[in-house]
């Protein structure tokens, strides 16, 4: 099978994992995304995996109803790695060889993450799950997406969304909402289009690291995105 990137990070929010309830982890949801990763495996790209933990708690929402901010932003941290042990399993029962590095370290569940082990495991074609996002408060997931694949010399940056990709206005609100085939960063920015946060938008680019953001939702689009561009919104 044909591929055009050799190395590849994929950001998937909490919520992806949670199906029609929105909340928790749906099993079927988790099995559906588990065959998609296991096509894109299979295109022998290396796959490294930042998964968010908004289906289970989320820093922000929390602090503004009174909760310590760094408190709050430390259990959602905790979510992520929840997450990523629901996709660890999920991923190592259809037969494929994963490792799960935590920015918090828990010895006892994952390894903490280093670098250059990461890079190791990647070469070997493991899956590597990174959770607890970056390991401060204050941040996201997609920041922590950001920084994993700028350090480990992604080639892109899959951002997976509930659309096909960057809209000029919210598609969901707007009929008449265009989809960009292409936007650069900067537009991104300036024209405040939401796909992930300032602080991911600027590390990728200050590092010249292009993003894709696609549907997630269409069986078997991860394996696509990779092996076609013509999916998806391309940032750089
Ligand atoms: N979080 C954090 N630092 C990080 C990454 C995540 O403090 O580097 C916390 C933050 O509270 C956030 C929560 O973890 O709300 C879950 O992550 P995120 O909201 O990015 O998940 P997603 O929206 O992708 O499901």
Not at 92 to 101: A, M, P, S
Request: some cysteine; hydrophobic content about 40%.
């Amino acid at each position: 099978m044909s591929k055009i990137y050799k190395r590849v990070l994929l950001k998937i929010s909490g919520e992806a994992l949670a199906g029609s309830a929105k909340q928790g982890i749906d099993l079927s949801v988790l099995d559906q995304l588990v065959e998609d990763i296991l096509k894109a495996h299979q295109t022998g790209v290396q796959i490294g995996i930042v998964i968010g933990g908004g289906n289970i708690f989320r820093g922000v929402s929390a602090a503004t109803q009174g909760m310590d901010r760094a408190s709050s932003d430390y259990m959602g941290m905790l979510a992520t790695c929840i997450n990523s042990l629901a996709l660890q399993d999920a991923l190592e029962k259809r037969g494929l060889e994963t490792r799960l590095q935590t920015a918090i370290e828990m010895s006892s569940i994952a390894e903490a993450y280093i670098r250059r082990r990461a890079d190791r495991h990647l070469n070997k074609n493991r899956i590597v799950i990174f959770g607890a996002g970056t390991g401060s408060p204050y941040f996201t997931t997609d920041t922590a997406a950001a920084l994993r694949a700028t350090e480990l010399g992604a080639d892109i940056l899959l951002k997976a969304t509930n659309v096909e990709g960057v809209y000029d206005k919210d598609p969901q609100d707007n009929k008449d909402a265009k989809m960009y085939k292409q936007v650069s960063y900067s537009d991104v920015l300036n024209k405040k289009l939401k796909i992930m946060d300032y602080t991911a938008i600027t590390l990728c680019m200050e590092n010249n690291l292009p993003i894709i953001a696609f549907n997630l939702h269409k069986p078997g689009n991860i394996a696509e995105v990779i092996k076609s561009q013509s999916i998806g919104t391309l940032i750089s």
